[in-house]
């Protein structure tokens, strides 16, 4: 059929610009359609954002040429330790650590900051022929295979890929229902410049009220991803910078010295919500629109990526067949693919959370222990930091090499 364009893509977030790279590579046409203006999307100023890149999502931007813009400023992640125990009293004895030493890949992944990967996704847009962008421009209505936009304009495609985050308003518009949860948990996100060296190790300390991650970046400086409940978020976000700094210190401690904020404080509520449905009529959903889960593992990007290198196969051998990369058959592929293992994932982020947001003696108990034995078990080990590698199951082939 004749089409303004083979991909329509809602979302110009991370997962939308990534997927329109691979699929022009395959010699697709892609539109990409953002709420925010150019200007916008692209601003330089570091503002504290940052995200945990998995092994196998590094892969997947150097196989389009994205990550030798990244590169420079990513910092590699050498070694994990997760840790229980209670603000101001310092971890449990017991303690989970991954060190990338055991595994022949490299490095587990990748410390990089929000702007770096915009600014290398929008260049590499802008440079390839096959991709346009439509910025500031809204999403109103939908049918099979087009999408009017606020400006009046309707756009025709073989597929439209939901890429809008978990208020995905392609599912909404495509009736697909969501289930889920909220924690009562609020996530605070900021980075800061500490003293001491991290040495590339990332930090996960399990508290009563939710887990803090200390994520290291390039220099003297990290990003923290701190869950509290959402009644004392809410008061810390309140909070000016320095008190801010006086109620983080008991649960960061002091082994990296004197610590200072560095960039914006986020916030946004934690919960859990799928997506019933990957697919519709001409239409597929990736990213936080298909699967928002808890940070706790820092897999939630990884997630969405990793749908796009599936998704990418799936249409890559479609198209090669001379199939309707848009019909559900093709569709079908997808949704079976991505379906168990994000399913899997988020029943493990829920569990994780419940197992470990308490202060229940006998939980405690079974959970440092666990960790223990694990750790005590090279080859359990190595298949945990596989895991957070991201090079465990089906990988495609974007993410293999």
């Known amino acids: 059929m004749k089409t303004d364009t083979d991909i329509a893509i809602v979302g110009g977030g991370l997962n939308g610009p990534t997927l329109a790279l691979a699929l022009a ?8 359609i953002d709420t925010l203006p150019a200007p916008t999307r692209g601003l330089p100023d570091f503002d504290g954002r940052s995200y945990a890149l998995a092994l196998a999502s590094m892969r997947l931007f150097k196989n389009i040429s994205i990550w030798s ?6 910092q590699p992640m050498l070694e994990i330790k997760v840790t229980d125990g209670r603000a101001g009293e310092g971890p449990a004895p017991w303690m989970l650590h991954f060190d990338h030493a055991e595994i022949e890949e490299g490095p587990m992944g990748y410390m990089c900051e929000d702007r770096f990967l915009r600014q290398a996704l929008l260049a590499g847009m802008d440079a390839n022929e096959k991709i346009t962008q439509l910025s500031g421009e809204t999403v109103v209505s939908q049918s099979s295979g087009s999408v009017t936009l606020a400006s009046g304009k309707t756009l025709t495609a073989q597929l439209v890929i939901g890429a809008d985050g978990r208020a995905s ?32 190790i990332a930090h996960q300390f399990f508290m009563p009220t939710g887990p803090l991650a200390i994520l290291p970046l390039p220099g003297n400086r990290c990003s923290i991803v701190w869950s509290e409940t959402d009644a004392r978020a809410a008061e810390v976000m309140d909070m000016n910078d320095a008190d801010f700094l006086d109620a983080l210190r008991p649960a960061f401690g002091d082994f990296l010295g004197e610590i200072s904020l560095t960039g914006k404080r986020f916030s946004y509520p934690l919960n859990l919500t799928l997506a019933n449905r990957f697919i519709a009529d001409r239409i597929a959903l990736i990213g936080d629109a298909a699967h928002g889960v808890h940070p706790i593992a820092g897999q939630g990007l990884n997630a969405g990526l990793r749908d796009v290198a599936a998704l990418v196969d799936v249409l890559s051998d479609a198209k090669q067949r001379g199939e309707d990369i848009g019909g559900a058959a093709v569709l079908a592929r997808y949704e079976q693919w991505r379906r168990f293992d994000t399913t899997t994932l988020a029943a493990a982020t829920d569990t994780f ?22 750790n005590a078990a090279p080859n359990l080990r190595r298949k945990f930091i596989r895991e957070a590698a991201g090079l465990n199951g089906d990988l495609p082939s974007l993410m293999r090499f």
């Open 353 to 374: 959370n419940r197992l470990f947001s308490n202060d229940n003696p006998l939980l405690r108990a079974v959970r440092d222990v666990g960790m223990g034995m694990i």
């Open 169 to 200: 308003g392609t599912a909404q518009r495509a009736g697909i229902k969501r289930s889920g949860w909220g924690y009562g948990q609020t996530a605070i996100v900021c980075a800061l410049d500490h003293e001491k060296p991290h040495n590339g």
């Open 69 to 74: 813009d990244v590169a420079e400023h990513a």
């Open 25 to 32: 590579q395959i010699g697709l046409r892609v539109t990409v």
